[in-house]
């Protein structure tokens, strides 16, 4: 049984331009959780998704940050007009009930915006 | 005052100590605890978590909770060079997401 998949491992932008993180949950699991951590940050919550709904997006940055699951395929973290603050860590974990304590966190995509 | 506080450290000990890494929170209507162990460059690796006000324990790991004190520990017994890692607690509630510290690393020299 595959863990949470996340790619790319590690993505590079220019400023300006769009970054795309995608997000494969374990089997059976259809609640997605994304995280960021900046270097000596903790994870900072982004937004909670089940599949087709943004259930809690209240850590989202207002601009440019969208996020998506839909009924098929990986749930995608979309950071449009990167600036080099956006360079961090983004972690996605996934639970099967939608209970924190039984997600399971990928090994994360690091952005790194020049 | 942050809602989880988390001494970042470093922490460096000999290989046998025992550890002891610690968080104080300020909400009180967080419903269970976790701790957290991550890598350098992985994702982080749920370790233990608990519901209510006590010790648990698994193998060479003990995690505590004191909810009127609202602080939570997690103490490692004879401590090996492959627990040097960064260990975060995080807490939550139902229906809203988890809360992270910001994490200790752990340098246990051989």
């Known amino acids: 049984n595959a863990g949470v998949m996340q790619n790319p491992r590690h993505l590079v932008r220019r400023r300006g331009q769009e970054a795309r993180l995608r997000c494969s949950p374990m089997?059976?699991?259809?609640?997605v959780y994304w995280y960021r951590q900046l270097p000596e940050e903790g994870l900072k919550f982004m937004v909670y998704?089940?599949?087709?709904?943004?259930?809690?997006e209240s850590g989202m940055p207002k601009e440019r940050f969208s996020a998506e699951f839909p009924k098929e395929g990986p749930s995608i973290l979309r950071i449009q007009q990167v600036v080099r603050g956006d360079s961090a860590a983004y972690f996605c974990?996934?639970?099967?009930?939608?209970?924190?304590?039984?997600?399971?966190f990928g090994q994360g995509t690091r952005l790194t915006v020049v | 005052q942050k809602e989880v506080e988390q001494d970042p450290g470093p922490l460096s000990v000999p290989e046998g100590a025992i550890v002891s890494l610690n968080c104080t929170y300020s909400?009180?209507?967080?419903?269970?605890f976790m701790w957290y162990r991550q890598y350098s460059r992985k994702g982080p690796e749920l370790l233990m978590y608990?519901?209510?006000?006590g010790n648990k324990e698994d193998g060479r790991f003990t995690a505590q909770v004191d909810k009127s004190s609202k602080y939570i520990s997690l103490f490692i017994r004879d401590s090996q060079p492959s627990d040097s890692a960064t260990y975060l607690c995080?807490?939550?509630?139902?229906?809203?997401?988890?809360?992270f510290g910001k994490g200790t690393t752990l340098s246990v020299s051989s």
């Open positions: 608990t519901y209510s006000s």
């Open positions: 089997k059976g699991h259809s609640h």
């Open positions: 998704l089940q599949k087709e709904n943004i259930i809690d």
């Open positions: 995080a807490m939550g509630q139902a229906g809203t997401a988890l809360i």
């Open positions: 974990a996934s639970s099967p009930l939608g209970e924190d304590t039984e997600a399971f």
């Open positions: 909400n009180s209507a967080f419903q269970y």
